[in-house]
């Protein structure tokens, strides 16, 4: 069974920076795609960015781009979302989730597994 678990969250001030982490299990798939999601409190989940099984595709939502950068290791199968220049609008609760099959490494598409989420919270 997939499990992922982030870390890393917390709250910062405008401006600031956060890394959160998704620490996966065996996935037992040859091909995956790997994401970042956010749900602010009344709002749609949004996909923020993600990545191909290699950490070689990289797509990201407009809002983050040249903010947030997604990487990923496949042998330790850690995924890191580097987040700097935070905004008060970057609050939300943010989870990771994988796509078995890796037809689609984007932001828009299906995602089969999810993380129970951390709190990520901008001060302005």
């Known amino acids: 069974e997939v499990e992922l678990l982030e870390s890393g969250g917390g709250s910062v001030q405008s401006g600031g920076s956060l890394r959160l982490s998704c620490?996966?299990?065996?996935?037992?798939?040859?091909?995956?795609?790997?994401?970042?999601?956010?749900?602010?409190?009344?709002?749609?989940r949004e996909g923020v960015a993600a990545t191909d099984e290699y950490g070689e595709i990289f797509n990201y939502a407009d809002s983050v781009k040249g903010r947030f950068t997604i990487s990923y290791d496949r042998a330790s199968k850690s995924l890191i979302l580097q987040m700097n220049n935070l905004k008060p609008?970057?609050?939300?609760?943010?989870?990771?989730?994988?796509?078995?099959?890796?037809?689609?490494?984007?932001?828009?598409?299906?995602?089969?597994?999810?993380?129970?989420?951390?709190?990520?919270t901008v001060s302005s």
């Open 23 to 44: 620490q996966g299990s065996e996935y037992g798939y040859k091909f995956y795609c790997l994401a970042w999601f956010r749900q602010a409190p009344g709002k749609e």
């Open 89 to 120: 609008d970057d609050t939300a609760m943010y989870y990771c989730a994988l796509q078995d099959g890796g037809t689609w490494c984007h932001t828009g598409a299906t995602y089969h597994y999810w993380g129970q989420g951390t709190q990520v």
